[in-house]
């Protein structure tokens, strides 16, 4: 018990150096505050039983509390995650079954952005009669995954639909319009929850994994799309897939090589002058959308960088939030759609 002290002492110290770093780039003072968390309805295990922590010598999450300096937003980051959950968010005033998110936060697969990329969007889902399911899912350890093997943050996400799909009665959403929304390397995951949700980890063992695990829409904003050299943000490709990943396990884990006629409608934000995750990235996927014929929408901003999560009015960035209302309005989304049709929970 020593040893782990000392060791979780030393990461709280690299953290805070990391905060440092972090906050040096976004212009930004990093400061330790008081946890401030919107109450959720219910915080679920996500599996009935804890998967084998990725990282065993450590045995709790690191908590990094950080305040944008300009918007005075909070903007924490979980590292360590070996505890997945989903924080449930109901709206306040329940009618008819009502549609339903999973939001998966951004981090590089090295933690999880929980509040601006999290609890802040899931306020704003709330707001639109959307139920919201904030996703703290493992984060991987570079280990380049086998054929029939998937990382432990796509096990997650297609473990947290099955989840909110089977307890749509519970939650009182429609099991038919489930969406999935993410930020950065949290779009990677949103992306893979749209294109791998036919492939299965043969080492777990799902007692859900009857259930379709197929988002009805994605929503991917300046997500990390790519795996290969040329556009992937490398942090992130390493985090997932490991330094050494052949050609064949890029192309895997690129949303972008994995659309077909049958990926779910995808609505694609990202920023022109992103430098850490280049817009090429959103690029290939509304190409690839577009031969294979599958609904989307692409909204470019001239400026924005990245992580500008909800937006600003100051720089426009908030646009995307409009434009999105009206997208799920127009697909069926905010309101039953007959035309639209229905995926049985059990493919």
Excluded at 4 to 12: H, M, N, P
């Amino acid at each position: 018990m020593k040893r782990c002290g000392c060791v979780l002492g030393v990461l709280a110290i690299v953290s805070l150096w990391a905060a440092a770093a972090w906050a040096a780039e976004q212009n930004e003072a990093p400061q330790l505050v008081s946890q401030i968390e919107p109450r959720a309805n219910a915080v679920v295990d996500l599996w009935p039983v804890d998967p084998a922590p990725l990282k065993p010598q450590i045995e709790q999450e690191i908590n990094e509390y950080r305040v944008n300096r300009k918007t005075g937003e909070l903007d924490r980051a979980i590292w360590y995650v070996n505890h997945p959950t989903i924080s449930v968010y109901l709206p306040e005033h329940p009618d008819q079954a009502r549609p339903g998110i999973v939001i998966c936060p951004g981090g590089g697969y090295r933690g999880v952005m929980i509040d601006r990329e999290g609890y802040n969007i899931a306020d704003r889902m709330n707001k639109l009669g959307i139920a919201a399911f904030i996703l703290k899912y493992r984060l991987p350890i570079g280990v380049t995954p086998g054929a029939d093997q998937l990382p432990s943050p796509v096990q997650d996400v297609q473990r947290a639909i099955r989840l909110v799909r089977s307890e749509a009665e519970k939650w009182n959403i429609d099991p038919n319009r489930l969406g999935v929304i993410g930020f950065s390397a949290g779009g990677s995951l949103a992306g893979l929850a749209s294109t791998l949700y036919d492939e299965r980890d043969v080492s777990v063992n799902d007692p859900l994994a009857d259930v379709s695990c197929r988002p009805d829409f994605a929503v991917l904003v300046y997500p990390v799309a790519s795996m290969h050299a040329d556009a992937a943000h490398m942090g992130s490709r390493n985090n997932l897939i490991g330094e050494g990943a052949s050609v064949q396990v890029e192309d895997r884990f690129s949303t972008a090589q994995r659309i077909t006629p049958d990926t779910p409608p995808l609505f694609l934000v990202h920023a022109r002058d992103d430098k850490v995750v280049p817009i090429a990235n959103s690029e290939q996927i509304a190409a690839a959308a577009e031969e294979a014929g599958v609904a989307h929408v692409f909204v470019q901003l001239d400026i924005g960088g990245h992580g500008f999560a909800l937006g600003s009015p100051d720089n426009g960035t908030d646009v995307w939030v409009a434009r999105l209302v009206t997208w799920l309005k127009e697909g069926g989304f905010l309101q039953p759609d007959p035309r639209r049709p229905v995926i049985p929970l059990h493919p």
